[in-house]
């Protein structure tokens, strides 16, 4: 019966049939219209050794091991290392042909899955003449568009190859002012690299100047303070310093107190949370606070005791008077013959050695202790004069200004350096930003910056990611008639990473696949788990001539074997 | 080759990163038993297990229940009289009528009521306005059929007893004994069940609250003390408190069967299939199994806590001998179980000796209402059962196909992207699944705006490669001014009720909600309008509808369901309907999608998580919110054997786990099994990353699209299985001791099983880096592996290897398996494809198999149009015969199928002497035949090319 419909249809066929040099079996592409040119045999193409006759050929049952004998059915489809395997063939078989050739006159061949073929549905997609449909099962009929889908693909081809071409051109555009822009950095860097040296050299000059003066006016200080007892001179600085620190801890001590009642309030929030959430919600992140408060709350109870360090604290707060804390009235009027001079003296009892390596190892210490900041060069106590001062600050405004310059120095050498896409074109871009409106959002994409997205049931703008690096990555995705989409094949990825936190997860972070297109456009942006999302964005910055070219030129061939 | 060593070194790596990444994600993962009451907090469980242990405790215990002899009448296939419990010492009886009826099935059925409730003659307390009497519309709702009396039956009495004589060929017997009651059924003459053999029966009249003073004031034989009264009235639980307005009402009942050592079924339970006891002991349970259906969040395996759905029925297995109960009874159920052994010699310990089970049931309302099933098959058992509450429906065809299902799909275009990413990996599904969030705010019926704005486009895509979409539609309707539905049904007051008469409010997904009662026929009447596709707007004819939360789930209701003192249809209470009100809702969205266009009758499909008997006829169940772990994974086929044995075996649990990230390896495995659950379906929490099967990469991807494309192969067998679960409720999946009633060391084995009646039999790996499985061989039939013919025989343990990529899958000699091996994008389209028939000879040389077939979708089959057969192979010839009925759409049918042919006969086991034979004879032609020789232990094989034979005609194949 099938064969029957078959002779109606070839004969339907046959002004193009018989037009062809050698007509081939349905389904074969003339690539492999040699292996059945023999009109009375059949030899499987991977396996000669099987020889068929000439009548097996799409006979609708599968004969040979790779599949060549139905070209034009599915009957081999479960040879196939997707099929579960069995005596019969299946897991190792390769299958021989790309699939079920569609002639699409008027239109671009193309090969389609050998799957589809008389399954009942017109895949006009590929095939437009409507030839995978050719037995009619359960009465289907797939009448050839491939007049109105071919004229409607070369409107948009033209417009697509037109698009390329421009899309070609903007690059250009980009990758010149990408350079320009690099050249501009690469001036600004030379010219701050020359101001900085004047100013390095004038910092120098300005630097002896001060210390110059500093030095003079050390000795004077020195010399007016006169014969003043060391420990009387430590004790008022002691007191000081004491003083200080106890004014910072009574500070500290009232920011404690604040800060321990919000503690407080936000243990009172989780505790009446954790009584009042409901579990059937089935929000993990609910559980995970729930969780860790709980570990949180047994924790505490264990290190709760601080009551006797509390008054201790308070103690210590107190000011010092002639009964507590240290009086320091005596200190400020003791005598010449302090401790510090007796245990000085103490040294006099050792024997030499010992006393040059004490006083050796005391300067030491005491010079450490100085530029570590902890014991105060006596030197500074006294007020300064006038003429240091000025100085000084001659010497730090120059010094400021360098490291300025510097800092700016090191931002463009950095940004030199920075990775901005091949040939540097993304900082063509950069400050730009694109935007999508997607649903219940409103998607934005800066370049190089961070992706975000906004509400439009009102809530604010949420991070998506800041900008970290660039990456590539196999995508396997639509292209849509308007040549909008990514295509199979590797994908410029730029990663956006560290976005706003999310309540039941990880920070947000975007994939933004990159795609070529005339303009930069968002084409769609998905949530594929929870605040992990992945943009699909078209731009100009990632077009290159060939894969254009190959698009645009409709190879059903080269096409269709990707997605076999 | 890597050495063994190193593997279980490697193994130990996953299995510690495993565990770390565990703790990640799903952090103290486990069931809040707090939420849920132990038997001890269930006041009614508590007072009757008591009772229990004073009635075993007391010598000469007497059971207060005895028939008056006089009260009894017979008539036609019917006892009936009354049981006079005496509730005091002074001898004072409370009437209870009873009703014993024998029926041309051959099973038997008690019911005993309470004359007062019955008469009304009770106070309410609180000025309740619920009903009075003992509930008693169960049968309405769970029973269609069966119930025609016995016109054989006879009955013979004498003063202590009486006798009836009924059943097939008069070979039952009930012997009703009046003081104290009780009942012996015997079958053969054999006593199979008894009934208050231990005493147990206790049915809790009615009495007035008694505020007393003085506390020695009680009744009689109850004689409560203080404490155990305080369960009688207002009981709380977890904060809510239940008012109780009729007071203490359970009623419970023994029920023993001598010498049964194994019992099955009252679903649903993650546990084993053989039930274990329930009082305690090594290895035993310490609570009750429980029937209270609930939405238990992050459920655990091996316990006897409620779920989901249930089903009160009980088979009891011994060798040869297969006898069940059916207590009919709606309300909070517990069941007791304890198993002892009685050895006859003391001396032969365990030689000859022989274990009872001993049940007691225990409901907290309603009527004492039970069936008795005395098989002697479990088929016989499955399909006396099936009679009263119906078999499985015949169900869509693309329903037994793969279900690709998360909690969500974002967008329309997230359905489309799925859709077209499952067809470029060539990965066969049929139906894509929308969770709660495709939902405006929460509210049914409706589509949310911005994320699906054309649900029509997305339905007509789907349509293309005849795929199907299920929309998730709960009971609980958002209490939201502007809601039309909920406007509508608290305009038209179809909602339930709180204990004081006014509309119920409660929690659930969309916040505040009504939930809709459909046991008032007026609320049937309107949910099945809402469905029509010119009221839910966005549906087409192939969008179908999952029933989530009907147990019902109430967020902040006691034990996240309603309080118990709520009010349905007619005022009965919540209390007394519990389990019957998820099949209620799941009952009127059948309904609904019955006819969603005047004339445009379809089957329906409708996915439930609630269930109770009677569900079956209704569409699948699945076993609810299980997690990503190897112990779900292995807890997934008891459940679903004891469902199928139960009479639902339209069973499934969800694909990779609901909670947490499976490994690669755990949803690989997963696939694996879930191509024999008969609900396949693939399910994911909405905090869970994605894991569609062509994410996973290779090898994952592969292997489980060869697992997908097995089932699809397979179809035409599980059609056919579901078929005949359909007639007489045989299960689909069927587990050793179904198949071998005889072989007694196959009985508790619930982790392999039979494909219908394929002879296919599977064993799908649940453990972790398992490399291989021991299955177990119940005869000395020949057995092949499916993938290779490799041959297995011999009664016991085969090890059988499975490393990741395999099934551990073999085929019974003796079969023959119709198959589709031409892969398409989704079964619709696979109706016109050729069939493999595949010959699996058996050591006798001879096979026989059986086809139905027909259109999947509507109800035309009933009119004839389907292809029903059996295949045989005999004597070197296989021959098609048709076992179908004609009618008067066949014929139309037969036309339409004409060009569907087999295109190739697989001879598995092939005899030698087929070697150098080249055709075969096909009626008056011939075809090829081509013969593989034996290859070490792997069968021989031959196949038939291409023997032009319709698969709806009659046809011979002469070898």
Redesign the interface.
Known sequence: ??RIEALVLLSTLSASVLASASPRPRGVGPEFAKFYKSPDSFTCISQPSIKLSASQVN???C?CPDGSDEPGT??C??L?????????GGQNATPALPGFYCKNKGHIPGYI?Q??V????CDYQVCCDGSDEWSG??GIKCEDRCKEIGKEWRRIDEIRQKSAMNALKRKEELLKKAADLRVGVQNSIVNLEGEIKIADARAQELKQVYEETERRERGKVVSSKGKGSKVTILAGLAKQRVEELRDALVRAISKRDALKEKVKELEGILATFKEEY?????D??V??TV?AWEDYAANRKATEDESTEERDVEEVAKPDTETEGINWAEWETEGEESDVEALYKFEAYLPAPVRNWIQAKRVLIREILIENGILANNGNSATESKAVTNARSAYQNVENDVAVKQTSLNDLKTDLDKDYGPNDIFRALKGTCISKDS??YEYELCWMDSTSQKS?KGAGNTGMGNFVRFDTMDV?E?VGVDGKGLGQGKRMVMMYENGQHCW??PNRQTTVVLGCAEHDEIW?I?????CMYRMDVGTPAVCEKETRAKQGSGEGKAKEKD?L | MRSYLALSSQWTALFVLLSALCCLFTPAVTVKHENFKTCDQSGFCKRNRAYADTAAGASGWSAPYQIAPESLSWDNGQLQGTILKTINKNGETVRLPITISFLESGSARVTVDEEKRQKGEIDLRHNSIARKERYNEVESWAIVGGLELSKTATESRDTTKTTITYGPEGKFEAVITFAPFGVEFKRDAATQIKFNDRGLLNMEHWRPKIDKAEPEKKEGEEAPAADEESTWWDESFGGATDSKPRGPESVALDITFPGYEHVFGIPEHAGPMSLKETRGGSGNYEDPYRLYNSDVFEYITDSPMTLYGNIPFMQAHRKDSTVGVFWLNAAETWIDIVKQKEAHNPLSLGIGSKTDTKTHWISESGLLDVFVFLGPTPKDVTKAYGELTGYTQLPQSFSIAYHQCRWNYNTDEDVKDVDRKMSKHQIPYDVIWLDIEYTDDKQYFTWDPLQFPDPIGMLNHLDKSERKLVAIIDPHIKNKDGYPIVEDLKKKDLAVHNKDGNIYEGWCWPGSSHWVDCFNPAAIKWWVGLFKYDAFKGSLSNLFVWNDMNEPSVFNGPETTMPKDNLHYENWEHRDVHNLNGMTFHNATYQALLERKKGEIRRPFVLTRAFYSGSQRLGAMWTGDNQASWEHLAIGFPMILNNGIAGYPFAGADVGGFFGNPEKDLLTRWYQAGAFYPFFRGHAHIDTRRREPYLAGEPYTEIMTRALRLRYALLPAWYTAFHEASVDGTPIIRPQYFVYPGDEDGFAIDDQFFVGGTGLLAKPVVTEGAESVDIYLADDEIYYDYFDYEKYSGRGLKTIPAPLEKIPLLMQGGHIIPRKDRPRRSSGLMKWDPYTLVIVLGNDGTATGELYVDDGETFDYQSGAYIHRTFEYKDGVLASTNIGTKGKLTDKYLKAMKSVTVERVVVVGAPKGWEGKKTVKVGSGEANLEFHGEEGNKAAWAVVKKPQISIGEDWKIEF
């Open positions: 019966m099938r006979d609708d049952y004969d599915a009957a489809t479960f196939s290392p997707l099929s579960p395997p069995q005596p019969l899955q799957t589809l008389n399954d009942g549905v099962v359960g409901n579990p059937n919600f089935n993990e992140g559980k995970r969780k649903g219940e439009k396997d639509e039941n997860g769609k998905v949530e594929q788990e929870k997605e």
